[in-house]
């Protein structure tokens, strides 16, 4: 499977946006781009996904590099609400298009 | 429902005795998936079941795990004589078939071996 990558933890101000960063140099032409947080003590939760262009939602906003080795997940203000694991993960043809959790990163809202 | 229900929400357990986690995904969500998480650890893939297909248990890391999924809807993932590293947090998913679908979690059971 082809993996991302993604810094351990981030820090924002409260009100502020926030752009998440994830590498995936090895993306095939078939890989969804997806994103998952998990708040404390939650199960995962949907953020957003894409393929090619940028896809904006209620929850937020995915940016995607013109060769696809790179995405952004944009949340544009910030909330204490916010604070969770965020997961860039990449979809393919794999047995059961199962999603492979990495590590994730850590954001933290300071208020 | 409107989303993915597990039951129960949390269960302690003898070490030694069977337990069942139950599923319930959302209507019409032909995959499920479980994973388990142990505490401050990541997701761990243990199972997933795509309609009436074999399910890929290649994520099962015993064989004291098994699962099952009636009708293609309703899910139990039972853990028999339990240990103690089996503690952690299980959590099911499901989702249309298709790469463009996301995920919709339950909100898991948190099981403890004592």
């Known amino acids: 499977d082809a993996k991302t990558t993604q810094p351990n933890s981030m820090e924002s101000n409260e009100e502020e946006p926030v752009h998440l960063p994830c590498n995936h140099s090895t993306i095939s032409g078939t890989d969804y781009i997806h994103w998952y947080r998990q708040l404390p003590s939650q199960g995962p939760e949907y953020v957003i996904h894409g393929l090619t262009s940028n896809v904006n939602n209620r929850m937020a906003s995915l940016a995607i590099a013109e060769d696809r080795k790179s995405s952004t997940l944009i949340l544009h203000r910030a909330t204490l609400r916010d604070a969770a694991v965020y997961y860039c993960?990449?979809?393919?043809?794999?047995?059961?298009?199962?999603?492979?959790f990495g590590g994730g990163t850590r954001l933290m809202v300071k208020p | 429902g409107a989303g993915v229900s597990q039951s129960p929400s949390n269960k302690v357990t003898e070490k030694g005795k069977d337990v069942e986690l139950r599923c319930d995904p959302i209507?019409?969500?032909?995959?499920l998936y479980w994973y388990r998480q142990s505490l401050g650890q990541g997701l761990e893939f243990l199972i997933y079941f795509q309609g009436n297909s074999a399910p890929d248990k290649s994520g099962l890391p015993s064989d004291r795990f098994s699962a099952e999924r009636t009708g293609g809807s309703v899910s139990t993932l039972t853990i028999q004589r339990t240990q103690q590293e089996d503690s952690a947090v299980y959590l099911c998913?499901?989702?249309?078939?298709?790469?463009?679908?996301?995920?919709?979690f339950g909100s898991g059971t948190r099981l403890t071996v004592v």
């Open positions: 998913a499901s989702s249309p078939r298709g790469l463009g679908y996301g995920y919709t």
């Open positions: 209507s019409g969500h032909t995959a």
């Open positions: 993960i990449l979809r393919g043809n794999n047995a059961g298009n199962m999603l492979t």
